[in-house]
């Protein structure tokens, strides 16, 4: 089986091609019409069944990966964190596209990661339905600070309030197309009442939590989870003479960091285990804001806890690790 590296970046992806002592490489347009000179360019070499690896980096792998899966080929997709260790491990110097490509398919090669399984059909089109929500709401905080603009004409403030009333409709039209959806299918209806037992996690952050683990069997702890979010603290000591503050590895999914912020400021105050938890961070000294995201990862952990098991939250029982 052929090897195929693939960096992605908005535009454009890289692919580089190992099929037995063979290599190829070249760039295509992050398109549908990209996608199908791919299986051109993949045909002409003779390699007919493909493993293909990309990174996790934003959502601009999702088609293309999609893609690749329904055209019968195996899809693995990393975290960008792994393939980074792996460029380490070989001292890599030069960092291109071409190059990143190349060493993601050596990094398939040599770590044969697990496959790609894509999300069901109802669950790309939560994923559309709450990231344009996400967009919507994005778009209308920023036309509310350009309202407060000293020296505003009056005409540009009331273009700019019919705007954020278009918006506000936008917005209700599709939280209810949201909850309408997840009500139309058992099974995210019940994981969204599994979320929504924690304290803290309402409707709006349980839809994207679903949209953004769209497959919970894949990750086989909560640790895991917490990785793919980018909530994986990050220790910098080496013996007695380097102790650098601990950070956050954020390389990882911003959407369910973003996500998670308000509610686990809110779980802080009400959710029993994770107030205990924020409070022992406290007596030991740690930053708010430390604490802050520190209780956000444990939120994480808690929801994987509840899909994972199937049983609504129970502040009685531990936490998932």
């Given at each position: 089986?052929?090897?195929?590296?693939?960096d992605?970046?908005k535009?454009?992806f890289?692919?580089?091609?190992?099929?037995?002592?063979?290599?190829?490489?070249?760039?295509f347009?992050?398109?549908?019409?990209g996608f199908?000179?791919?299986?051109?360019?993949?045909?002409n070499?003779?390699?007919?069944?493909?493993?293909a690896?990309?990174?996790?980096?934003?959502?601009?792998?999702?088609?293309?990966?999609?893609?690749?899966?329904?055209?019968?080929?195996?899809?693995?997709v990393?975290?960008?964190s792994?393939?980074?260790?792996?460029?380490?491990?070989?001292?890599?110097?030069?960092?291109?596209?071409?190059v990143?490509?190349?060493m993601?398919?050596?990094?398939?090669?040599?770590?044969?990661?697990?496959?790609?399984?894509?999300?069901?059909?109802?669950t790309?089109?939560?994923?559309d339905?709450v990231?344009?929500?996400?967009?919507?709401?994005?778009?209308?905080?920023?036309?509310?600070?350009?309202?407060?603009?000293?020296?505003l004409?009056?005409?540009?403030k009331?273009?700019?309030?019919?705007?954020?009333?278009?918006?506000?409709?936008?917005?209700r039209?599709?939280?209810?197309?949201?909850?309408?959806?997840?009500?139309?299918?058992?099974?995210?209806?019940?994981?969204?009442a599994?979320?929504?037992?924690?304290?803290?996690?309402?409707?709006t952050?349980?839809?994207?939590?679903?949209?953004?683990?769209?497959?919970?069997?894949?990750f086989?702890s909560?640790?895991a989870?917490?990785?793919?979010?980018?909530?994986?603290?990050?220790?910098?000591?080496?013996?007695?003479?380097?102790?650098?503050?601990?950070?956050?590895?954020?390389?990882?999914?911003?959407?369910?960091?973003?996500?998670l912020?308000?509610?686990?400021?809110?779980?802080?105050?009400?959710?029993?285990i994770?107030?205990?938890?924020?409070?022992?961070?406290?007596?030991?000294?740690?930053?708010?804001?430390?604490?802050?995201?520190?209780?956000?990862?444990k939120?994480?952990?808690l929801?994987?806890?509840?899909l994972?098991?199937?049983?609504?939250?129970e502040?009685?029982?531990?936490a998932?690790?």
């Amino acid at each position: 089986m052929a090897i195929l590296g693939i960096d992605v970046s908005k535009a454009d992806f890289h692919a580089f091609l190992i099929d037995g002592n063979q290599t190829a490489k070249k760039s295509f347009s992050n398109t549908t019409a990209g996608f199908k000179q791919l299986q051109h360019w993949l045909r002409n070499r003779g390699a007919r069944e493909i493993f293909a690896c990309m990174e996790a980096t934003g959502s601009y792998w999702e088609a293309l990966a999609l893609h690749l899966h329904e055209a019968g080929h195996q899809v693995s997709v990393v975290n960008p964190s792994r393939t980074k260790a792996y460029a380490q491990s070989e001292l890599l110097r030069a960092k291109t596209d071409a190059v990143d490509a190349a060493m993601i398919a050596r990094f398939a090669q040599a770590q044969n990661p697990a496959l790609w399984r894509p999300p069901a059909p109802e669950t790309r089109l939560l994923q559309d339905l709450v990231r344009h929500l996400e967009h919507l709401k994005t778009n209308r905080a920023e036309q509310k600070v350009r309202l407060q603009t000293p020296g505003l004409q009056p005409v540009v403030k009331t273009s700019i309030r019919k705007l954020i009333a278009a918006l506000d409709g936008q917005i209700r039209e599709f939280e209810k197309a949201i909850d309408d959806h997840i009500d139309g299918h058992p099974g995210l209806k019940e994981q969204r009442a599994l979320l929504v037992s924690i304290d803290a996690i309402g409707d709006t952050t349980a839809a994207l939590i679903l949209a953004e683990i769209p497959n919970i069997s894949q990750f086989y702890s909560g640790r895991a989870v917490a990785a793919y979010a980018g909530l994986s603290p990050k220790t910098k000591q080496s013996g007695s003479s380097i102790r650098g503050r601990g950070a956050v590895c954020k390389t990882g999914n911003a959407r369910l960091r973003k996500a998670l912020y308000f509610p686990a400021l809110t779980a802080m105050r009400f959710n029993p285990i994770l107030k205990a938890f924020a409070d022992r961070l406290a007596l030991r000294g740690k930053p708010p804001m430390v604490i802050v995201v520190a209780v956000m990862r444990k939120l994480l952990v808690l929801a994987y806890g509840v899909l994972k098991s199937g049983r609504h939250f129970e502040p009685a029982l531990p936490a998932a690790a």
